[in-house]
């Protein structure tokens, strides 16, 4: 069994604050063996008490080693009200790396975690916290029992009872997920002929992953590690009176890492309040809508939709969890319209996020995404014409861009941007809205801000490829709009070179004075991709001007920005300027800071 100590004064424990501030485990806290780094991380006062604690109504905490975990009448289950299993490589890497260093090392013993359960029907527990660890220890097990040890009660007790006949676990978070782990894992590893790819079958993806691991060591060390597994990994079994009592404890332990999200917990709080099957059914239905949608949004998750349905429901800074506030927000819904409403906010923002437009294409370079995509989702929720969110998508770029020009932080426009989804929500008009920032602007000088800062150095700012990009979509035509990735292989060219003294077409033209002054300034930078940038660097103009046209080597097309600077018979202190009279013009356009 493993021992916890802390190693600082003990009295701290005695502060009801002190467990409030969360830690890895390691940092304070020393073990008679290893704790699982980077995941594990909870509040240690809560925790230890929660050990010291004897058995009362609400919880009963047990440390067990894997073999008491899947032993006995010990019986687990995944809700239906959970998401599918979900580890990838990264994951399972990380696992099997710190169990099989520890036991290399010949660690006493390895704390994988807490595991927090509730009781269910038919002599199952359910899993509120740690399916994702138990599930990869499960098809561990199979990959052991098919390809080493067939014979093994140690193995084969862990997978199904020996005496009952009874899977350990099963999985019900989707109606063909037990099934599929039956026929694919539990009854015997139905190994692909290629490597499941990252997007395919997580199970089989795990099983292959163990297998290519095994084979690496000899069935003597194979069987050394399980015995190890079985008898010296050790996890804190936390059985709950009720699916309530275990989300707080939940919320109490665990600050990251483990298996569930924001976005878990909101799911199981509504969802427990729920008793009639088809209020269930229908509630399942709605989440499963709710995901299909955010995975058609690519980067965008569960917990950034609600992070933005948060700032919608509060239009104020949160002062509490994600969870703690929405679940506040809600708690007074009923759990079928609360969800449906969710809907609606995502749907709401996925015509943002998918529909075509400079405006937004321009916002998705921003440093802070969650403000301008909770205003805007908030509009569509407040119904707004579509030509007043045109118009305000418009004021909401030169809003965030004209403080990022600026010099300004996030920071800056924090409690604002709550201020606005106020507005949005209470449906003002587009010049209400409009004279909120012009005051805001104001106030903070952003204007003068602005313009000092697009005449000095900008080589280095983070801004600037952003800003050119978003000048770049307002010269395109609206049938060829496609949005650009700030990736490697857009560059920023100096039109004059920097190594401008090494070629006799540019050192017998410009001085030290005029190239010091508008080297790095946006009027003798241009986009270009990666591979263009490599051939134009240092060339003359006129070499320079096939580049910029889309007529190099590559063939690939120039942005329209930068091909403008081949209509110059030469590059000047003149063309300079002029184009960064233009650049400065449009910006100030785009920022609303004319």
């Given at each position: 069994?493993?021992?916890?100590?802390?190693?600082?004064?003990?009295?701290?424990?005695?502060?009801?604050?002190?467990?409030?501030?969360?830690?890895?485990?390691?940092?304070?806290?020393?073990?008679?063996?290893?704790?699982?780094?980077?995941?594990?991380?909870?509040?240690?006062?809560?925790?230890?008490?929660?050990?010291?604690?004897?058995?009362?109504?609400?919880?009963?905490?047990?440390?067990?080693?894997?073999?008491?975990?899947?032993?006995?009448?010990?019986?687990?289950?995944?809700?239906?009200?959970?998401?599918?299993?979900?580890?990838?490589?990264?994951?399972?890497?990380?696992?099997?790396?710190?169990?099989?260093?520890?036991?290399?090392?010949?660690?006493?013993?390895?704390?994988?975690?807490?595991?927090?359960?509730?009781?269910?029907?038919?002599?199952?527990?359910?899993?509120?916290?740690?399916?994702?660890?138990?599930?990869?220890?499960?098809?561990?097990?199979?990959?052991?029992?098919?390809?080493?040890?067939?014979?093994?009660?140690?193995?084969?007790?862990?997978?199904?009872?020996?005496?009952?006949?009874?899977?350990?676990?099963?999985?019900?978070?989707?109606?063909?997920?037990?099934?599929?782990?039956?026929?694919?894992?539990?009854?015997?590893?139905?190994?692909?002929?290629?490597?499941?790819?990252?997007?395919?079958?997580?199970?089989?993806?795990?099983?292959?992953?163990?297998?290519?691991?095994?084979?690496?060591?000899?069935?003597?060390?194979?069987?050394e590690f399980l015995s190890y597994?079985?008898?010296?990994v050790v996890v804190i079994v936390?059985?709950?009176?009720?699916?309530?009592?275990?989300?707080?404890?939940?919320?109490?332990?665990?600050?990251?890492?483990?298996?569930?999200?924001?976005?878990?917990?909101?799911?199981?709080?509504?969802?427990?309040?729920?008793?009639?099957?088809?209020?269930?059914?229908?509630?399942?239905?709605?989440?499963?809508?709710?995901?299909?949608?955010?995975?058609?949004?690519?980067?965008?998750?569960?917990?950034?939709?609600?992070?933005?349905?948060?700032?919608?429901?509060?239009?104020?800074?949160?002062?509490?969890?994600?969870?703690?506030?929405?679940?506040?927000?809600?708690?007074?819904?009923?759990?079928?319209?609360?969800?449906?409403?969710?809907?609606?906010?995502?749907?709401?923002?996925?015509?943002?996020?998918?529909?075509?437009?400079?405006?937004?294409?321009?916002?998705?370079?921003?440093?802070?995404?969650?403000?301008?995509?909770?205003?805007?989702?908030?509009?569509?929720?407040?119904?707004?014409?579509?030509?007043?969110?045109?118009?305000?998508?418009?004021?909401?770029?030169?809003?965030?861009?004209?403080?990022?020009?600026?010099?300004?932080?996030?920071?800056?426009?924090?409690?604002?941007?709550?201020?606005?989804?106020?507005?949005?929500?209470?449906?003002?008009?587009?010049?209400?809205?409009?004279?909120?920032?012009?005051?805001?602007?104001?106030k903070d000088r952003v204007v003068?801000?602005?313009?000092?800062?697009?005449?000095?150095?900008?080589?280095?700012?983070?801004?600037?490829?952003?800003?050119?990009?978003?000048?770049?979509?307002?010269?395109?035509?609206?049938?060829?709009?496609?949005?650009?990735?700030?990736?490697?292989?857009?560059?920023?060219?100096?039109?004059?070179?920097?190594?401008?003294?090494?070629?006799?077409?540019?050192?017998?033209?410009?001085?030290?004075?005029?190239?010091?002054?508008?080297?790095?300034?946006?009027?003798?930078?241009?986009?270009?991709?990666?591979?263009?940038?490599?051939?134009?660097?240092?060339?003359?103009?006129?070499?320079?001007?096939?580049?910029?046209?889309?007529?190099?080597?590559?063939?690939?097309?120039?942005?329209?920005?930068?091909?403008?600077?081949?209509?110059?018979?030469?590059?000047?202190?003149?063309?300079?300027?002029?184009?960064?009279?233009?650049?400065?013009?449009?910006?100030?356009?785009?920022?609303?800071?004319?």
């Amino acid at each position: 069994m493993i021992e916890l100590a802390l190693q600082s004064d003990p009295t701290w424990l005695s502060d009801p604050d002190a467990g409030l501030a969360s830690f890895e485990v390691g940092a304070s806290l020393s073990t008679k063996g290893r704790v699982r780094p980077r995941q594990t991380v909870f509040s240690v006062q809560s925790l230890l008490l929660a050990l010291a604690a004897p058995p009362g109504p609400f919880f009963k905490p047990e440390a067990k080693t894997i073999r008491e975990l899947f032993d006995g009448g010990n019986y687990y289950q995944v809700p239906d009200y959970q998401r599918a299993y979900s580890w990838t490589d990264e994951e399972i890497e990380e696992l099997w790396s710190d169990l099989f260093s520890s036991f290399e090392e010949k660690e006493p013993s390895y704390f994988l975690g807490p595991v927090i359960l509730t009781s269910a029907k038919g002599g199952y527990s359910e899993i509120i916290d740690g399916q994702q660890r138990l599930t990869t220890l499960t098809i561990l097990f199979c990959v052991v029992r098919d390809l080493y040890s067939p014979e093994d009660n140690r193995i084969l007790n862990r997978v199904k009872s020996l005496e009952e006949g009874r899977w350990r676990l099963r999985l019900i978070t989707q109606l063909n997920q037990q099934n599929r782990f039956e026929q694919t894992v539990l009854n015997g590893v139905k190994f692909p002929p290629e490597k499941p790819r990252a997007d395919g079958d997580k199970f089989l993806n795990a099983a292959w992953f163990f297998r290519e691991k095994l084979r690496q060591i000899n069935s003597a060390t194979i069987d050394e590690f399980l015995s190890y597994i079985l008898n010296q990994v050790v996890v804190i079994v936390i059985t709950c009176s009720d699916l309530s009592s275990a989300i707080k404890l939940f919320r109490v332990i665990n600050t990251r890492g483990l298996d569930l999200s924001n976005a878990d917990l909101i799911k199981s709080y509504l969802y427990s309040r729920l008793d009639d099957d088809l209020e269930k059914g229908k509630f399942h239905d709605t989440w499963t809508q709710i995901e299909q949608l955010a995975q058609q949004m690519g980067p965008e998750t569960l917990e950034n939709l609600f992070t933005f349905y948060e700032y919608y429901l509060l239009a104020r800074v949160p002062k509490r969890s994600l969870y703690e506030e929405i679940e506040d927000q809600l708690k007074s819904d009923d759990p079928n319209t609360a969800i449906y409403k969710f809907k609606t906010f995502v749907e709401g923002y996925q015509e943002v996020y998918s529909t075509p437009s400079k405006v937004v294409y321009s916002l998705l370079y921003l440093p802070n995404q969650v403000f301008w995509k909770s205003i805007l989702a908030s509009a569509k929720m407040a119904g707004y014409s579509n030509s007043d969110f045109a118009a305000l998508s418009v004021l909401v770029r030169a809003l965030y861009y004209s403080y990022w020009i600026a010099g300004h932080t996030a920071a800056k426009l924090r409690q604002f941007s709550f201020d606005i989804v106020t507005a949005v929500k209470d449906r003002k008009s587009i010049p209400e809205l409009k004279g909120m920032i012009s005051e805001k602007m104001k106030k903070d000088r952003v204007v003068e801000l602005v313009n000092q800062n697009l005449l000095d150095d900008a080589y280095d700012t983070k801004w600037l490829k952003p800003s050119l990009l978003s000048v770049e979509y307002e010269q395109t035509d609206g049938s060829k709009l496609e949005f650009i990735d700030l990736g490697r292989n857009l560059q920023l060219d100096h039109v004059l070179p920097q190594a401008w003294k090494q070629d006799t077409s540019w050192s017998a033209r410009w001085t030290d004075a005029d190239a010091k002054e508008w080297l790095n300034r946006p009027g003798n930078l241009a986009l270009l991709s990666g591979k263009k940038n490599a051939k134009a660097s240092n060339d003359s103009f006129e070499k320079k001007k096939r580049i910029y046209d889309g007529k190099g080597i590559d063939g690939k097309t120039a942005f329209l920005t930068s091909q403008v600077i081949s209509m110059n018979a030469d590059w000047l202190v003149d063309q300079a300027r002029q184009r960064q009279a233009w650049f400065t013009e449009e910006i100030r356009k785009i920022t609303q800071t004319e």
